[in-house]
């Protein structure tokens, strides 16, 4: 067999990046071989990955030189950037900016950019349904990924968009499973209305990305969407119901209330589950459960990702 083509994944060890780097080890008998780039070589999730078989190279996302090394001799990479650990729209273009050029330096043949939409081409700053933060955004998170399209598509290397989404996993890490409310009762909160939310699992992303780079350059110049399930807080709440043995209700809130809830973001989480229940039909066209599923045959359900999961999520 005729060596294997290195696939350089940023953020290895965060959701998406550790969830494309396990895929690749996982095909054994596959074309490629995952270099895992970390901050950290000697961090324990980093070293994990390397007693599993992958190449770990160190390499900071804040430093373009130290990026190119990284990615020399890659085949493929998978850029993602890291929005919640600075709250910085400018830091992360900065980022995408820096891996773009990288890439190209270094001779990558296919760069998938994890991303997704620019909110304003929806909601313009002078559209007063939700308000403008930090003078110039109305989903940060979202438009600053949107806005670094750019950097790729313009960068010479031949480019994949990968429209995420909502991560179950936030259930686990980012405090939004259920909680009990002033009436004893347990409940999922989201101001959503009816609308469905596109959600998959973290490591589904990572799979779905791996389905892409064995297929070469069919999707190179495209733009591609993934999920594991579009589903209403109501349809997510009777699934909690159901894997809890205990019932858990949805509870919709207005976006404004969901703003004012005082966490680190939540103006910036509000508005974006206002935009996902105002244009719900473009966001769920956007992510094909079709597609996600060719790419990553073993895709889960959101049943499936609760029975492996229920006894992580904690009940506040």
């Given at each position: 067999m005729?060596?294997k083509k290195?696939?350089?994944?940023?953020?290895a060890?965060?959701?998406?990046?550790?969830?494309?780097?396990?895929?690749?080890?996982r095909?054994?008998?596959?074309?490629?071989?995952?270099?895992?780039?970390?901050?950290?070589?000697?961090?324990?999730?980093?070293?994990?990955?390397?007693?599993?078989?992958a190449e770990?190279?160190?390499?900071?996302?804040?430093?373009?030189?130290?990026?190119?090394?990284?990615?020399?001799?890659?085949h493929?990479?998978?850029?993602?950037?890291?929005?919640?650990?600075?709250?910085?729209?400018?830091k992360?273009?900065?980022?995408?900016?820096?891996?773009?050029?990288?890439?190209?330096?270094?001779?990558?043949?296919?760069?998938?950019?994890?991303?997704?939409e620019?909110?304003?081409?929806?909601?313009?700053?002078?559209d007063?349904?939700?308000?403008?933060?930090?003078?110039?955004?109305?989903?940060?998170?979202?438009?600053a990924?949107?806005?670094?399209?750019?950097?790729?598509?313009e960068?010479?290397?031949?480019?994949?968009?990968?429209?995420?989404?909502?991560?179950?996993?936030?259930?686990?890490?980012?405090?939004?499973?259920?909680?009990?409310g002033?009436?004893?009762?347990?409940?999922?909160?989201f101001?959503?209305?009816?609308?469905?939310?596109?959600g998959?699992?973290?490591?589904?992303?990572?799979?779905?990305?791996?389905?892409?780079?064995?297929?070469?350059?069919e999707?190179?110049?495209?733009?591609?969407?993934?999920?594991?399930?579009?589903?209403?807080?109501?349809?997510?709440?009777?699934?909690?119901?159901?894997a809890?043995?205990?019932?858990?209700?949805?509870n919709?809130?207005?976006?404004?209330?969901?703003?004012?809830?005082?966490?680190p973001?939540a103006?910036?989480?509000g508005?974006?589950?206002?935009?996902?229940?105002?244009?719900?039909?473009?966001?769920?066209?956007?992510?094909?459960?079709?597609?996600?599923?060719?790419?990553?045959?073993?895709?889960?359900?959101?049943?499936e990702?609760?029975?492996?999961?229920?006894?992580?999520?904690?009940?506040?």
């Open positions: 005729s060596e290195i696939i350089a994944v940023v953020g060890t965060g959701a998406q990046g550790g969830g494309l780097v396990r895929a690749i080890l095909d054994a008998g596959g074309h490629y071989r995952a270099r895992a780039i970390t901050r950290d070589p000697h961090s324990e999730k980093a070293q994990q990955l390397a007693s599993l078989g770990v190279v160190a390499a900071d996302v804040d430093d373009e030189n130290s990026l190119t090394h990284a990615f020399e001799g890659a493929g990479a998978y850029c993602v950037t890291f929005y919640w650990a600075h709250f910085s729209p400018e992360e273009r900065a980022e995408a900016a820096a891996m773009a050029r990288a890439a190209k330096a270094a001779g990558v043949g296919h760069v998938i950019w994890s991303t997704l620019d909110s304003r081409k929806w909601v313009p700053l002078s007063n349904r939700m308000p403008t933060l930090n003078g110039k955004y109305k989903v940060p998170h979202f438009d990924k949107g806005e670094s399209d750019r950097y790729f598509m960068s010479g290397v031949p480019a994949t968009l990968l429209l995420t989404s909502f991560y179950w996993d936030n259930f686990i890490y980012f405090g939004m499973g259920p909680r009990k002033p009436d004893g009762h347990l409940a999922i909160t101001p959503m209305g009816d609308k469905k939310l596109p998959i699992a973290a490591d589904d992303i990572g799979a779905c990305a791996y389905g892409i780079i064995q297929r070469g350059s999707y190179a110049g495209k733009t591609v969407g993934i999920a594991g399930e579009h589903l209403t807080g109501t349809q997510m709440a009777a699934a909690f119901t159901k809890l043995g205990q019932e858990v209700r949805y919709d809130v207005p976006p404004e209330v969901y703003r004012g809830f005082g966490f973001g103006d910036d989480l508005n974006m589950f206002q935009f996902n229940r105002d244009f719900s039909d473009d966001f769920c066209r956007a992510r094909s459960l079709g597609v996600s599923r060719t790419l990553n045959p073993a895709l889960q359900t959101f049943d990702w609760l029975a492996r999961n229920k006894n992580r999520i904690p009940l506040a």
